[in-house]
């Protein structure tokens, strides 16, 4: 019987006959004929297709293969899903964080592409190999990969789609028709509007989004279309100082209006700025004369790879992660003691109580809580009543950026404490009858 391994390379001489064969089936396009030797070649359109596909037979408990949408010449922009899909959870009972990559938005940046699919082997052979990394990781995440968003353009072995329009310049944020090939308008071409549809449908609560191109060197995070420094700077800042002092002192991680050149309506750019995901764009070096390579891919591209798996084994980090430590009710005062886990600042927390229905009876104005930080509030309580089987509840952002996720969490009731307080059930006296009932019991004494 054939090994997984064997049946690939099987399939993948095969793809290759046949790519050649339908070579002339798409006007415009010709299929590239790579070394059969998959860490020396660059894939085309049909020999990834034959890939992804032999990796959701092969290991069907952890890949899943869908459909993004199709390309302007009908190639389907395929995304691997990758994670233990026998745990809907993670053990704790909490959902699995998720992690978004693509690669190939511009068709003749190989390596980038390459790079996408070097991430999900890693994490689809380390798992059937025992890796102790690969299995935590998908037994706690869900990855999706579209490794080659702009086919077409990939099997014509140039940068922009078959419309001619560069893709990363046409997302629906700080769109502009001053940039080169930017379209006729923010998601005019399909390859674009399935990303952003999949962004919506499968990865909206993502915490991490990383796109793969082929250039200046660099890990480069927002924002492009202005040298600013992006909300959260603290996070990437974080993450550009753990790089230079545990993977490579070498890599450049900075803004990349900066650090590559100024630009519009990029991917990057609408993955944070409009879905709030913390976002990077990984720019291998350009150094690709031909469609295949001497060097191994797992070698030429292992810095890069080192990276990655970084970003996503810490990926429970890149978001705030509050802990309400202890809750005090001192009359018409909350004191609140929140502890942040995670690597982002919040901007505007808040204390929510709600009866047992859940109507919400009161809410503390927003506070901020700093990242891997303890923070102390006092919250003005005075339109506080609390009521029977009333529950406390967090709320906040999981990054300044302002298009970051809501979340809601429930507070332990073992961590608050109630003192002097108003109440619905037991009402307590007023100074006035407290006085009259004085009053009253001297003046019963004395006539007595």
């Not at 002339?24 to 070394?35: I, K, N």
């Not at 704790?92 to 978004?100: A, F, L, S």
């Not at 003749?108 to 059937?128: D, K, R």
């Not at 078959?162 to 930017?182: G, I, K």
């Amino acid at each position: 019987m054939q090994s997984p391994q064997e049946r690939r390379v099987c399939r993948s001489a095969a793809g290759l006959l046949l790519a050649v064969l339908l070579a002339t089936a798409a006007p415009m396009v010709e299929a590239q004929q790579p070394d059969p030797l998959q860490e020396h070649w660059y894939h085309n359109w049909f020999t990834l297709t034959e890939d992804i596909m032999a990796w959701e037979e092969d290991f069907p408990d952890i890949v899943r293969v869908v459909s993004a949408g199709e390309t302007l010449y009908g190639r389907d922009q395929w995304v691997v899903q990758i994670s233990d899909w026998s745990l809907t959870n993670k053990s704790d009972g909490t959902p699995k964080e998720q992690v978004y990559i693509d690669g190939g938005h511009h068709g003749n940046e190989h390596l980038g592409t390459e790079l996408a699919f070097l991430t999900a082997e890693f994490y689809i052979e380390g798992w059937a190999a025992g890796d102790a990394e690969a299995i935590r990781v998908l037994q706690n995440t869900e990855l999706h990969i579209m490794i080659m968003l702009n086919a077409d353009g990939n099997d014509a072995d140039t940068r922009w789609n078959m419309n001619q329009v560069d893709l990363n310049r046409n997302y629906d944020h700080h769109w502009t028709e001053d940039e080169t090939a930017s379209g006729d308008g923010p998601f005019s071409e399909p390859e674009t509007a399935n990303n952003a549809a999949y962004m919506s449908e499968w990865v909206a609560d993502a915490d991490l989004y990383v796109t793969m191109h082929t250039g200046t060197w660099i890990l480069a995070y927002p924002w492009g279309f202005t040298p600013q420094m992006p909300p959260d700077h603290e996070l990437f800042t974080h993450i550009a100082d753990e790089v230079h002092a545990n993977i490579s002192a070498d890599l450049p991680v900075r803004n990349a209006n900066a650090g590559i050149y100024p630009t519009h309506g990029t991917s990057r750019d609408y993955g944070y700025g409009v879905m709030g995901y913390p976002c990077f764009t990984f720019e291998t070096d350009d150094e690709q004369f031909l469609l295949w390579t001497v060097q191994s891919l797992s070698d030429r591209l292992a810095v890069e790879l080192e990276v990655m798996r970084y970003l996503i084994d810490n990926v429970w980090y890149w978001r705030a992660r509050l802990d309400v430590r202890s809750l005090e009710v001192r009359g018409e005062v909350v004191e609140v003691d929140v502890v942040n886990y995670g690597w982002a600042s919040t901007a505007n927390a808040s204390i929510h109580y709600s009866d047992s229905d859940g109507e919400l009876l009161w809410h503390s104005a927003p506070f901020g809580v700093n990242a891997s930080n303890d923070s102390q509030a006092f919250l003005d309580a005075s339109n506080l009543t609390s009521v029977e089987g009333g529950t406390w509840s967090l709320h906040y952002q999981k990054r300044v950026i302002d298009a970051a996720v809501w979340v809601g969490e429930p507070i332990d009731g073992g961590v608050v404490d109630i003192g002097a307080k108003k109440s619905a059930l037991l009402p307590a006296p007023s100074l006035l009858l407290s006085l009259i009932a004085l009053i009253g019991a001297a003046l019963t004494r004395r006539e007595n």
